[in-house]
């Protein structure tokens, strides 16, 4: 799976977070407007822009930076290593969103983390590991990552729903300190508003085998990147660093979109931090 966003992707959010013009960074990367433009847009790198001066100039890592431009992807997970999780991904609208679904394999409990665009593959799933669905836990209620809520709640009713949103009615927001149990597992949350008002990280630990936590993040960082700041991007930054970055360094970053990551990688190669 490719990254979330390209090198070009991630310089536009820069560029807005440090309110840098077009003019000022393609002057710094050597580059015109219009190849600044291109690169924004497309990702494809026509004349080698000077990364170091453009990365220093709107607030990145400018080794990280070139990392990405050369094409790092963090590692391919391998999920067996926490048995009962997976990851369905969904299309609409010329994007794509990532759910997680979690479950205990002794009593079949599951929680789904976000719902995507389309409830049919995340419905498919739940009977064919014959599973039941305890919780639904939203990450942000931007629509893409609640699309298909509706036909889950139709189909599982009694699924208690969680969010951070201080617009839902006060018996599903998020209470703090609480801990849910599932099965043997332990789902825990951490407020992580940014990219949006209603920003959660929710936590998925005591896993067999002493599997590593698991973090369903959201839109709150992706791999190599993070999402929007949507005119809060130093709290967006200060939350993945609070709430996020100091998590063990083999935690499980579960995004809304793009690939799989971890603490570790998005440490050592993640150009925003």
């Not at 085998?209 to 005119?231: K, L, R, Y």
Request: aromatic share 6%; with cysteine; charged share 20%.
């Amino acid at each position: 799976m490719n990254l979330e966003d390209h090198p070009g992707d991630i310089i536009r959010k820069a560029r807005d977070m440090s309110r840098v013009s077009a003019a000022a960074a393609a002057s710094a990367a050597g580059i015109s407007e219009a190849e600044l433009a291109a690169l924004e847009k497309s990702g494809q790198i026509g004349k080698q822009p000077d990364f170091a001066a453009l990365a220093k100039l709107v607030g990145l890592h400018p080794a990280k930076l070139e990392g990405i431009a050369k094409g790092w992807l963090p590692a391919e997970k391998n999920l067996s290593i926490w048995r009962g999780l997976s990851v369905f991904t969904t299309a609409g609208e010329g994007m794509t969103v990532n759910c997680f679904l979690v479950w205990d394999e002794v009593t079949r409990e599951a929680a789904l983390f976000d719902t995507g665009f389309d409830a049919k593959s995340i419905l498919d799933g739940i009977a064919e590991n014959q599973l039941q669905l305890r919780h639904i836990f939203i990450t942000h209620s931007h629509w893409d990552h609640v699309e298909a809520l509706p036909t889950l709640r139709e189909a599982f009713p009694k699924a208690r729903l969680h969010t951070g949103s201080r617009a839902a009615p006060v018996d599903q927001r998020n209470k703090p300190n609480e801990i849910i149990h599932l099965g043997g597992l332990r789902i825990t949350h951490r407020e992580t508003p940014g990219h949006a008002p209603d920003g959660v990280t929710y936590l998925v630990g005591n896993w067999q085998e002493d599997a590593p936590h698991v973090a369903v993040v959201g839109d709150t960082i992706f791999a190599g990147s993070m999402g929007n700041g949507n005119g809060a991007w130093e709290l967006a930054r200060q939350k993945v660093r609070e709430q996020i970055l100091s998590l063990p360094p083999t935690t499980l970053i579960c995004p809304g979109h793009g690939p799989l990551t971890t603490v570790a990688e998005e440490k050592e190669h993640n150009p925003f931090f």
